[in-house]
């Protein structure tokens, strides 16, 4: 089990982090933890796409990684502008 440790954070972010850890049922220390968990890195990231391209026949090279990250983005944008 790691040792506990402490992070700096204002008293807002604090209140709703215990807020949304009571709502779940849960604490500050396994909200936090689920939500590192469910986060990928950016290296996680990108060895997904790798695999996925391998798995498409497709050489992940930079320009598929461009054209990759290109289409997210239009993605992102439209589902930004379709909820407003």
Not at 53 to 62: H, K, S
Not at 65 to 83: F, L, N, P, T, V
Request: aromatic share 2%; hydrophobic share 40%; charged share 30%.
């Amino acid at each position: 089990m790691s040792k506990p440790t402490s992070i700096k954070t204002t008293e807002a972010v604090r209140d709703r982090l215990r807020i949304l850890a009571a709502e779940r049922g849960t604490t500050i220390t396994e909200l936090l933890e689920e939500l590192a968990a469910g986060e990928l890195t950016e290296a996680e990231r990108a060895e997904r796409a790798a695999e996925a391209a391998r798995e498409l026949g497709i050489d992940y090279t930079p320009q598929v990684r461009d054209a990759g990250q290109s289409a997210w983005e239009k993605i992102r944008a439209h589902q930004g502008s379709a909820a407003a």
